[in-house]
């Protein structure tokens, strides 16, 4: 009966864990969301039809450097992609890294085209 009550805490402590990683990670990317609208990233991008120009849907299909390297260095990126698009993004590296991680958690949940 012991061993039961110890394997039944220890279950429930994990789903505590991940309960708290995804509360984590829904206010990293509520953050993100947050990050976005004050930089004012829809002048240029565009989510699920809303702003202008390039869309974004589908974009948390790749790798969360490769969103990192278009915020920090986004002629470099484009060189890496061969994008032909202009202007250049402008670089955000100046952002806090806090901010940076936001917008690549909220980036990431952009999946469907």
Same mark, same amino acid.
Do not use: N
């Given at each position: 009966?012991? &061993?039961?009550?110890? %394997?039944?805490?220890? +279950?429930?402590?994990?789903?505590?864990?991940?309960? /708290?990683?995804?509360?984590?990670?829904? $206010?990293?990317?509520? &953050?993100?969301?947050?990050?976005?609208? +004050?930089? #004012?990233? /829809?002048?240029?991008?565009?989510?699920?039809?809303?702003?202008? &120009?390039?869309?974004?849907?589908?974009?948390?299909?790749? /790798? *969360?450097?490769? %969103? &990192?390297?278009?915020?920090? !260095? +986004? #002629?470099? +990126?484009? *060189?890496?992609?061969? /994008?032909?698009? #202009?202007?250049?993004?402008? !670089?955000?590296?100046?952002?806090? *890294? $806090?901010?940076? !991680?936001?917008?690549?958690?909220?980036?990431?949940?952009?999946?469907?085209?």
């Amino acid at each position: 009966m012991g &061993r039961f009550l110890v %394997i039944a805490a220890a +279950a429930a402590l994990g789903s505590l864990g991940s309960a /708290s990683l995804a509360a984590a990670q829904d $206010a990293q990317v509520q &953050r993100g969301i947050a990050v976005y609208a +004050a930089q #004012k990233c /829809s002048l240029c991008h565009k989510i699920a039809g809303v702003g202008k &120009r390039t869309t974004l849907d589908g974009v948390g299909t790749k /790798s *969360a450097d490769e %969103i &990192r390297l278009w915020l920090t !260095d +986004a #002629k470099a +990126a484009a *060189a890496k992609a061969k /994008s032909t698009a #202009k202007p250049v993004m402008k !670089d955000y590296s100046k952002l806090p *890294a $806090a901010d940076i !991680d936001a917008l690549v958690a909220y980036m990431k949940t952009l999946t469907t085209k």
